[in-house]
């Protein structure tokens, strides 16, 4: 059987879930959310990933983003790609055909979480019963060994996963080990689009031949980065690196104060028109210290963060 076309390259942002003080969802930021990103130029999604918190809403609160944003990106064209995973096998199952149901352009999926597969072997197995309840989309597979503890060799899965799962087109690479990546990107004659999620390394994974990305800053920092791709893809690697280490400290400046959700929410509360609301349970907002810390360290940084209340 031969696998689904997929032709979407460059960049996609993922996008966070907008939650209410009470931890309901903000669904109606949706519309406003999805042209703001059209309008810089952003035209790829990931919706209910790491950034979207998607594990941490109910099979029911997953389906109506999911159908929001469907809503949503009928207006503005832009690829939508669903991450699936993170959930029992049964709810997983109900999520990828739902999201094929609503023709969305692709499916992404994290590993089981519990009983984790710890062979390329193990994990093809899993991601073609994911693939068989949505057999017309094109599925991704979620690396992120340092959130799942699914360390399978991403060079090797992609070299022997050949055409077992027709629907599978590629993965989303998120860890800092370029060597492996690199291998990813040659398996199987460079069979399979790789999209890096890693913000600090675009400069050097570019080099290394990485042309997609997944990267959570691309919701605060929009031109900033397709600058520096350009610029990359222009030649000049000296100034590529130079914006690569800017966007690198306001990271670091962000990362200081919590984990990625919490410190990425703020951000973007701080440093655009949108106040995307707080990160849901067990996540805690940030403190009231912290975001004090973050703004001046963001304005050292050259930034021009909003006074905001939360």
């Not at 990828?96 to 519990?114: Q, R």
Request: include cysteine; glycine fraction near 6%.
């Amino acid at each position: 059987m031969s696998r689904l076309p997929y032709t979407y390259r460059g960049l996609i942002v993922p996008v966070f879930t907008s939650f209410n003080n009470d931890g309901s969802l903000n669904l109606d930021i949706i519309p406003q959310y999805a042209t703001y990103l059209a309008k810089k130029g952003i035209k790829g999604l990931l919706v209910n990933g790491t950034s979207g918190e998607g594990t941490s809403m109910s099979v029911a609160e997953r389906k109506l983003v999911i159908e929001a944003w469907v809503k949503a990106v009928k207006e503005t064209k832009q690829h939508l790609m669903i991450q699936v995973g993170g959930a029992p096998l049964p709810n997983v199952i109900e999520l990828a055909k739902h999201a094929s149901n609503l023709h969305v352009d692709s499916i992404l999926c994290l590993p089981e979480l519990y009983f984790k597969p710890t062979t390329p072997k193990e994990l093809i197995e899993y991601l073609e019963i994911v693939g068989r309840a949505a057999p017309k989309t094109p599925l991704l597979y979620y690396h992120i060994p340092m959130l799942t503890n699914v360390n399978i060799h991403m060079g090797q899965f992609l070299e022997s996963i050949g055409d077992k799962i027709p629907s599978f087109v590629g993965i989303k690479f998120t860890s800092n080990n370029l060597e492996e990546g690199a291998h990813a990107l040659h398996a199987d004659n460079g069979k399979f689009v790789i999209f890096l999620g890693n913000d600090q390394l675009m400069d050097a994974a570019s080099i290394v031949g990485f042309d997609s990305f997944i990267v959570t800053t691309l919701n605060i920092f929009p031109e900033h980065i397709q600058q520096l791709l350009t610029v990359y893809k222009n030649g000049d690697i000296l100034k590529a690196r130079d914006m690569q280490e800017k966007l690198t400290s306001a990271v670091i400046a962000i990362m200081k104060h919590g984990n990625w959700v919490q410190s990425m929410k703020t951000a973007m509360t701080l440093l655009t028109d949108f106040n995307i609301g707080l990160p849901r349970e067990p996540l805690k907002p940030i403190s009231s210290d912290a975001v004090a810390i973050m703004t001046k360290e963001l304005t050292n940084l050259g930034y021009q963060p909003k006074v905001k209340h939360y």
